[in-house]
């Protein structure tokens, strides 16, 4: 069965600073991986996603990810730190069932940015 | 761009009520899922339909049931409200596409059941 670990509840960087969010799945197949965004009172956002082909991923507002198939690892990265950065962050793997995409989701990583 | 609505952005409803959570989506996609999301245990799928009449059980659908009779709308129903279903509510859709397809969230519901 599918899984996500987010390694890390809370997170805590400095504005400028490296981000870095953890993120490792276990999937019987090749995995579909993505990572949303959530902004205090809104829904999720998609980031990015990884289905095929290239192993980093870009996405929006300058982050990135990196699918490492023998370390089960899809971490989540931005180089500098902004304040607007600061919200939730989920990671999920996809399944197929009767035709439908279903996302397992880790539990969530809130990320602080600090003046 | 998509665009996922939902009902309320907060509901208060009290221990017994039947409660109707209503999601429109306006891309004309196949898929609609209804998720809760409590404090570190991430979404969990509570429902989902890959078309107009068609409903599948998701991972926590115990006390809900779900109503879809057009393409753009999904219904989510706690027949008996209960405390333990005070959460957020999260609904979402996505077009087929091979498997590959991004699931597109609305701005969800706040539910608390006194």
């Known amino acids: 069965a599918q899984s996500v670990t987010q390694l890390g509840s809370h997170v805590s960087v400095s504005e400028g600073a490296l981000v870095l969010l953890r993120c490792n799945y276990s999937?019987?197949?090749?995995?579909?991986l993505f990572w949303y965004v959530q902004y205090p009172n809104q829904g999720l956002q998609l980031l990015l996603k990884y289905t095929t082909g290239a192993t980093l991923v870009k996405g929006i507002n300058g982050f990135e990810a990196e699918f490492k198939k023998s370390e089960t690892s899809f971490h989540l990265t931005k180089p500098s730190a902004h304040m607007s950065d600061a919200a939730e962050y989920f990671c999920?793997?996809?399944?197929?069932?009767?035709?439908?995409?279903?996302?397992?989701f880790g539990q969530g990583t809130r990320l602080t940015i600090n003046p | 761009d998509v665009k996922v609505t939902q009902s309320s952005r907060y509901l208060v409803k009290r221990t017994g009520e039947k409660v109707f959570l209503e999601c429109v989506q306006d891309?004309?996609?196949?898929?609609m899922f209804w998720y809760r999301q409590d404090p570190g245990l991430g979404l969990r799928l509570i429902y989902f339909s890959y078309d107009v009449k068609m409903k599948e059980k998701g991972d926590i659908p115990e006390g809900y049931s779900v109503s879809r009779e057009k393409k753009e709308r999904f219904s989510l129903i706690l027949e008996s409200a209960s405390t333990n279903q005070t959460s957020m509510y999260l609904c979402?859709?996505?077009?087929?596409?091979?498997?590959?397809?991004?699931?597109?969230f609305g701005p969800g519901t706040r539910l608390l059941v006194l």
């Open positions: 891309m004309d996609h196949e898929n």
């Open positions: 999920a793997v996809s399944v197929i069932i009767q035709g439908a995409q279903k996302l397992v």
């Open positions: 999937s019987s197949v090749p995995p579909y």
């Open positions: 979402a859709s996505s077009f087929v596409k091979g498997g590959r397809e991004t699931q597109y």
